[in-house]
């Protein structure tokens, strides 16, 4: 509508054609960038990717890592918005229940496929942060929650939580006792690295139950959001 009022006033006023068709083209370029900036997120609740990773799975750490075989080398990538139970580092670092069945899940949705990775960051351990391709428009991030062996990622206030559809999915999977949800008194990892891995009180880890609804406090040189 806009254009065609345009272009009939710059016609009264005597405007060469070229001037009005210059006109009217941005009015219309104007309502497109006011129609961009203003557009709803995504239905998803996913933020968008910065940048892409593509390779061949090679391996699977634990239900939330992968290496891949990129062109340029090997990429360790981290899983975004999404934290599995730990498989334990030694005994200091012992692992949670579910941690080998997170693990295993996550080898059987991705070993030695090639994928595309959308990718966010690189964290501190200089792992890309990445949405992995899955089944159905589905990421594979959002497979394992629904499984039932990974939590949503609500650890400092959802500050790694990109895609926020997540944690209704934790909720179905928790109300359906899938995967980790079978057991009771389930910790979330982020408060197991914080009380068993820096404070070394496994056994309070343990005995503290809970739903791993509270993310523990972190500390100075210490992410809980992060694994080793």
Not at 46 to 54: F, H, R, S
Not at 117 to 145: H, S
Not at 170 to 185: K, P, V
Request: proline share 5%; net charge positive; glycine share 12%.
């Amino acid at each position: 509508m806009l254009p065609g009022v345009l272009r009939a006033l710059l016609g009264r006023v005597g405007l060469a054609r070229p001037v009005a068709a210059l006109a009217c083209a941005l009015a219309g370029a104007g309502v497109a960038w006011l129609s961009s900036t203003h557009a709803p997120p995504r239905a998803d609740g996913a933020n968008a990717a910065t940048y892409e990773l593509a390779g061949r799975v090679v391996n699977v750490a634990d239900g939330d890592t992968i290496t891949l075989q990129t062109d340029s080398g090997q990429r360790r990538v981290r899983l975004a918005s999404i934290d599995a139970p730990e498989v334990g580092h030694g005994q200091v670092k012992p692992g949670q229940p579910f941690g080998q069945a997170a693990r295993k899940n996550l080898e059987a949705l991705v070993a030695g496929k090639t994928l595309t990775a959308q990718c966010y960051e690189k964290d501190q351990y200089a792992r890309d942060v990445c949405d992995l391709p899955g089944d159905d428009g589905r990421t594979v991030n959002w497979q394992q929650v629904d499984a039932g062996y990974a939590w949503a990622n609500t650890a400092r206030h959802g500050e790694y939580l990109r895609d926020t559809s997540l944690t209704g999915i934790e909720r179905r999977a928790r109300e359906q006792r899938r995967g980790l949800w079978a057991q009771t008194g389930a910790i979330a990892p982020w408060e197991w690295r914080y009380q068993c891995w820096n404070q070394g009180k496994c056994g309070a880890a343990s005995s503290t139950g809970g739903m791993g609804g509270t993310a523990a406090p972190s500390t100075a040189g210490s992410d809980p959001a992060a694994t080793p």
